[in-house]
């Protein structure tokens, strides 16, 4: 691990890339290739309830949601993971045990990340200790714009170590990030730093993922693969709410860094409201007609 | 450098355009002063589907005496629509506009059965960008005078138009819109191939209840286009095709008062920096050369790439090309369709063999191709120069040959080492970098951090030996009117 | 003893220089009254040649001169012009034009090449369009310099009707070989001297004495040159010259006009027709 020369990073053309995300968007799946790409998408989805108000019991309901998503409909794979706060990790790893859901935990005074290195690596910690499989932190959204960049990475560096065998996802929250310039030397930082997975939001701001800012960040992967071998993981998160879009991610997943990457290990959807979605369609796959929610429960 | 997985693992099930809704006749016959007429050569021609081999219609066949009858319309004709109020001559055209958006989806899916370009392309450039055509040009027909300070602008005449198959409808629209907006009348001879979406715009025309005669379309091969060419009531030629056709008919027309435009042939240099925005560019170079399979006269076919970047734009592009799907022109997913003719892919075939006799190192993406059909897939030629054929002819086809450049005025000297000047790209994130190189660079059209890109408000024209005359725009004016 | 007055040779005026011409050969220049005037240079193809290796090494430095710069040059072309008015009327009676016409026609041709220099930064403005284009890109298109202009000039006009071709093309950055008036040649070369006095750059400007018969088609058909221009009614010189501009789709421009007198023959239209529309295109997202 090293610090990334920031003079070779590559810069963005915006509307190149506007352009290319066009193209996976108007990409048209349909049949048995929609059934896999659904199936994928299901097993994908960080399953994430993240508010003030979450409790014990919601976090359970999430957790039964999570292994138990729709009985109707037969051979369908789990979510990947299940996503809290750290105060209630302990209690998402008691619902999940004997599945093999993950629980994953933000951390680093998520989300805005405003603390001291030392609250963050307590933070880190904590969850790790409470049981999370997975730890998704935030970025010094603030110090990245000042142009502290060695700040940036060292933070990330020693919560990657705070987190001991567990994954480290790191949020760039690229809705506060400005350019895509931005969004693409930030994932170089993250990445080079330690991150096992990068993530585009917290959710609590806006815009949240979006195709062109993922782009850019599978972008930074695949270059980081061409130079290393390693394979780093991806993480939208925020806004995808519709089967439609998460093909569309997918889309542009397959055609990026291709098969490799098709699976809950190196891609995730941060998402509540996705998992409903997709399984509507496949139940309207398998029946034929179009459905509502009300037959999908929402937990 | 590790290798990504981009086999196509995850196969998009086919996604057909469907063809339920198209109409079309068995037999098409000629357009001349407002109605379907039979051809007096009584011959007729195959229009065939070139991804299937299946012929889709029969194509009448115009001679020398249905010509003459077309050009005396239009001359009947022009006495009328060059004295009609400019507003109203306006009105037409922007009907015609609105006729073709109305029909879009069904002039998409003909232009990709007859030329078999994808349907995303037909659908998302040629059709709207030719409805935009007509549009543009609608609203200037009654304020020419605002165009050409100090002059009063008159119309030519009959103008003779002989368009290629790359744009079959797209094509139609450069042409018939600038110069019926500017009071001319014209016959207008689609190419051989791809005959089938002029003659549906004819039928448009005949429905927007245009005067008989402004417009005619005849159909038939290059000895039909030579009886338009000579014949003597034509008063302006226009044509887009290749360089050679283009220099013959220059020299029969010479000597007369025929005034001419000519886009002809080009070999476009695509120009990456090391300072480019590398994703971006590959993107860009897959445009330039891949699309419309490369039938395109603007394409980025030699391409420039700095030394220092070389191998990573290198692999980057063949990624790329993994992941572009060659198949059925009526698929919405796919990339790159089929080769226009069979003729066309003979041409193509025996540049990519001179390339390997030459000594240039091929790169061929895999892709599965149906026995039937014209298939060529996305082709690179590495380990080429200047003195390669494939460098300095044109091949139109999805094949572009690599070289890579260490400084500026290398590049710079490289690129305009060529007969052609019509189109060339520039990829750099430096602006005075942009700045130098479309200055320096002998090319109509410079596509600075992008490629390909059209627009009815755009001069679009070549220096040198791709033609001269502008079309779209203002500029595009100039050529259907004088100024005496 | 009355003194002999010392005559003038004539020579052509290639990249600066004023050579004979490589092939030895002359014709005679007469008056009207069949007295000999001068002996003018019979120029080959091979001094065409060497005009358009002249005029192409110096066409991109002259190009990109400054707008202001290439103003300037054509202004103090007309300041030499002035100074030598005396010089070029009695060249013009010589060849038959009464003292009112010979004034005239310096006196325009000074006006005219003033004319032009105050366009020198102004034509691109009224050439230019910036394009609203439908995507997310800024869009314009610019007059640029087509090249090597080779230009047939008038016979008539010796004088006003070669500063009124030649001055729009090389304000805009061209360079050119010129053909001079085959009736009265001698003021062509009087007025090279003027050229090589003046600020302009070696070999922007070529001028040749010589037989349209034996030249045109080399003018015409030398693949280096851009451009030609021709000026005249001969329609089968006309024809030929079409003929063999194909070879390289060389811009083919006429000029029919008679009266070089007339103002209507000063526009910046002559400037934009040896000018090519170059458009360019880039993205505005950032």
């Not at chain 2, 450098?1 to 079309?24: D, F, R």
């Not at chain 2, 998302?124 to 030719?130: E, Q, R, S």
């Not at chain 2, 479309?438 to 679009?460: C, H, I, M, R």
């Amino acid at each position: 691990m090293s610090f990334p020369d920031l003079l070779k990073i590559p810069k963005i053309d915006k509307l190149g890339v506007q352009e290319i995300v066009n193209r996976f968007c108007k990409r048209s799946i349909k049949t048995s290739a929609k059934k896999h790409g659904l199936h994928l998408a299901l097993s994908m989805i960080d399953l994430t309830t993240l508010e003030g108000k979450d409790t014990t019991d919601k976090v359970r309901r999430l957790c039964y949601k999570a292994s138990h998503l729709h009985n109707s409909l037969q051979g369908l794979p789990n979510v990947a993971a299940v996503c809290v706060y750290p105060t209630l990790v302990r209690v998402a790893k008691k619902e999940l045990e004997g599945t093999k859901i993950n629980v994953a935990s933000v951390a680093t005074a998520f989300p805005s990340g405003q603390s001291t290195l030392d609250v963050k690596l307590s933070d880190t910690k904590f969850a790790v200790n409470e049981g999370a499989d997975e730890v998704d932190m935030v970025i010094s959204r603030g110090k990245f714009l000042a142009g502290e960049y060695n700040f940036v990475y060292d933070e990330i560096a020693a919560v990657k170590e705070a987190c001991g065998k567990a994954h480290l996802k790191v949020i760039l929250e690229t809705g506060e990030l400005d350019t895509l310039d931005n969004v693409r030397k930030a994932s170089d930082i993250a990445i080079y730093a330690g991150a096992d997975f990068i993530k585009t939001s917290t959710g609590k701001i806006s815009p949240a993922a979006t195709m062109p800012v993922t782009f850019v960040m599978l972008n930074a992967i695949k270059d980081y693969y061409k130079k290393t071998g390693i394979k780093i993981g991806m993480k939208p998160a925020g806004g995808i709410s519709t089967a439609k879009i998460a093909l569309q991610y997918l889309v542009m997943l397959n055609e990026t860094l291709g098969y490799d990457w098709m699976n809950k290990d190196l891609f995730r959807f941060g998402a509540s409201s996705l998992a409903n979605d997709v399984l509507m369609q496949l139940q309207k796959q398998e029946s034929g007609y179009y459905q509502s929610l009300d037959y999908f429960s929402k937990d | 450098m590790s290798k990504l997985n981009l086999s196509k693992t995850w196969n998009y099930a086919a996604a057909t355009e469907s063809t339920n809704h198209i109409l079309l006749k068995e037999k098409y016959d000629l357009f001349i002063n407002g109605e379907f007429v039979k051809s007096n050569s009584k011959k007729y021609f195959d229009t065939i589907n070139p991804a299937t081999d299946e012929v889709i219609a029969k194509i009448s066949e115009a001679n020398k005496k249905d010509i003459d009858l077309a050009v005396k319309s239009a001359k009947i004709a022009f006495r009328r629509w060059s004295k009609l109020k400019a507003k109203e001559r306006g009105k037409y055209i922007f009907r015609i506009a609105r006729m073709i958006q109305e029909r879009a989806k069904e002039f998409a899916v003909i232009e990709s059965m007859d030329g078999g370009k994808p349907i995303r392309e037909s659908r998302d450039v040629d059709i709207p960008l030719a409805a935009n055509h007509f549009f543009y040009y609608a609203g200037w027909a009654d304020k020419l005078e605002y165009a050409f300070p100090n002059k009063t602008p008159k119309p030519l005449g009959v103008a003779g138009q002989i368009i290629p198959w790359n744009f079959p409808l797209l094509m139609a629209a450069w042409k018939i819109a600038p110069a019926i907006a500017c009071g001319n009348t014209v016959v207008l001879k689609p190419a051989e191939t791809t005959s089938l979406t002029a003659l549906k715009l004819a039928e448009i025309i005949q429905e927007s209840g245009l005067p008989k005669g402004v417009v005619n379309i005849v159909t038939g091969a290059g000895n039909t286009g030579a009886e338009i060419v000579n014949h003597p009531d034509i008063d302006k030629i226009a044509f887009t095709g290749s360089t050679n056709v283009g220099k013959l008919i220059q020299k029969s027309i010479s000597g007369t008062k025929k005034k001419s435009t000519l886009e002809l042939g080009g070999k476009g240099a695509n120009i990456i920096f090391e300072d480019a925005a590398i994703d971006q560019a590959v993107e860009g170079i897959v445009n330039a050369i891949f699309f419309n399979q490369g039938h395109v006269c603007c394409a980025g076919s030699r391409l420039f790439v700095q030394e220092s970047v070389a191998n990573i734009v290198i692999e980057k592009l063949k990624d790329r090309m993994s992941s572009l799907i060659v198949g059925n022109p009526l698929d919405k997913n796919t990339d790159i369709g089929a080769i226009n003719s069979k003729e066309q892919l003979a041409t193509i075939n025996k540049y990519i063999k001179i390339g390997q006799e030459e000594g240039g190192e091929i790169y061929q993406s895999k892709c599965s191709i149906s026995k039937k059909g014209n298939w060529c897939p996305p082709t690179l030629f590495l380990n080429v120069s200047q003195s390669h054929t494939i460098v300095q002819e044109e091949i139109f086809g999805p094949v572009l040959a690599i070289q890579t450049f260490r400084t500026i005025d290398e590049v710079i000297e490289k690129a305009n080492n060529t007969p052609f000047g019509l189109s060339a790209g520039v990829w750099t994130e430096k602006g005075s970098k942009i700045f130098k190189l479309t200055q320096e660079l002998n090319a109509g059209v410079v596509w600075a951090n992008t490629y390909n890109k059209f627009d009815p408000t755009s001069p679009f024209g070549g220096f040198k030996e791709s033609g001269f005359g502008r079309e779209g725009g203002l500029h595009g004016l100039k050529a259907y009117l004088k100024f005496e | 003893m009355e003194r002999i007055d010392v005559l003038k040779t004539y020579k052509i005026f290639i990249g600066g220089k004023f050579p004979r011409t490589e092939s030895g050969r002359y014709f005679h220049v007469k008056n009207d009254t069949g007295e000999l005037l001068a002996n003018m240079c019979l120029s080959s193809r091979k001094d065409f040649r060497n005009a358009v290796v002249a005029a192409r090494k110096v066409q991109k430095s002259w190009e990109s001169a400054s707008a202001l710069n290439k103003g300037q040059v054509l202004y103090r072309i007309a300041e030499m012009l002035e100074g030598r008015k005396s010089q070029f009327m009695d060249e013009l009676m010589m060849s038959g034009s009464s003292k009112i016409a010979a004034k005239k026609e310096v006196e325009q041709s000074i006006d005219r090449l003033i004319y032009y220099a105050g366009w020198s930064d102004k034509f691109q403005q009224i050439f230019s369009s910036v394009n609203p284009v439908a995507s997310s890109h800024f869009n314009f298109s610019v007059p640029q310099a087509m090249g090597v202009v080779s230009v047939i000039a008038p016979n008539k006009f010796s004088l006003l009707g070669l500063v009124s071709v030649v001055a729009p093309v090389i304000v805009g950055g061209n360079t050119c070989i010129v053909l001079s008036s085959e009736e009265n040649p001698m003021v062509s070369i009087s007025f090279a001297e003027v050229l090589n006095t003046s600020d302009v750059p070696h070999g922007v400007v070529n001028i040749l004495t010589g037989k349209r018969k034996e030249l045109i088609s080399h003018f015409a058909s030398h693949k280096d040159v851009n451009a030609i221009i021709y000026c005249g009614h001969n329609n089968k010189e006309l024809n030929e010259i079409e003929k063999l501009s194909v070879e390289n789709l060389k811009r083919v421009k006429i000029y029919k006009r008679k009266n070089w007198g007339d103002q209507k023959n000063q526009s910046p239209y002559f400037i934009e027709r040896s000018q090519e529309i170059k458009t360019i295109w880039h993205p505005t997202e950032v």
